[in-house]
């Protein structure tokens, strides 16, 4: 146990937010969330991997009605930098047609894969489409996306934890940070 705590210490450089931090902006954001939809028929999309820890710690804070399905979509694969190339990987269960849909996303970077997915869903007809997203990096952007409800904003650095990965590792630290300097690949 000692040796995968090293490990997961050794990736961390710093950490950008804690985890008092994050759980104290989650509740924020469900509040305001829950006010926003009461009545509605309000559908969460958890956008997969990465936002699964900042999902269900949303959907713990929403005191309204809600359903949930996930997505999962690919633009990163083991690179800090996304390709720009989105593919689904899973899709929806439910039919969105005419619902209130919220997409929960752990981070907008370039903005090219929330784009290719707000036209995606868009096309399904829902009533509402708005995005929630835990972090977003408006220096990377390359495609504006309007974002209804942001977590925090960061600076342009490669981040891990709480979901987040790098090469599918790290998600399962409890707070966001940055990753070490040493184990990012070359470009």
Same mark, same amino acid.
């Given at each position: 146990m000692n040796q995968v705590r090293n490990e997961l210490s050794a990736a961390?450089?710093?950490? %950008?937010?804690?985890?008092?931090?994050?759980? &104290?902006?989650?509740?924020?954001?469900? /509040?305001?969330?829950?006010?926003d939809y009461r009545g509605e028929d309000l559908l969460l999309i958890g956008v997969l991997k990465g936002a699964i820890f900042f999902m269900a710690?949303?959907?713990?804070?929403?005191?309204?009605?809600?359903?949930?399905?996930?997505?999962?979509?690919s633009s990163y694969g083991a690179s800090t930098d996304s390709s720009g190339v989105v593919r689904i990987l899973k899709d929806l269960d439910i039919n969105i047609e005419g619902r209130d849909? %919220?997409?929960?996303?752990?981070?907008?970077?370039? &903005?090219l894969t929330l784009?290719? @997915?707000?036209?995606?869903? &868009? /096309?399904?007809?829902? /009533?509402?489409?708005?995005?929630? /997203?835990? @972090?977003?990096k408006p220096e990377r952007r390359e495609v504006e996306v309007p974002v209804r409800?942001? &977590?925090?904003?960061?600076?342009?650095?490669?981040?891990i934890g709480y979901g987040l990965d790098f090469a599918e590792r790290y998600r399962n630290l409890p707070y966001v940070a940055?990753?070490?300097p040493? %184990?990012?690949p070359p470009h």
């Open positions: 961390v450089s710093e950490i %950008l937010i804690d985890e008092e931090t994050l759980h &104290g902006r989650i509740a924020e954001l469900g /509040a305001q969330i829950s006010d710690d949303l959907m713990r804070s929403i005191d309204i009605p809600c359903e949930v399905d996930f997505m999962a979509i849909v %919220l997409v929960v996303e752990d981070i907008i970077d370039s &903005g784009s290719y @997915l707000r036209r995606t869903l &868009g /096309a399904r007809k829902p /009533a509402s489409l708005e995005i929630c /997203a835990l @972090l977003t409800y942001v &977590g925090f904003e960061i600076p342009n650095r490669f981040v940055v990753l070490h040493d %184990l990012i």
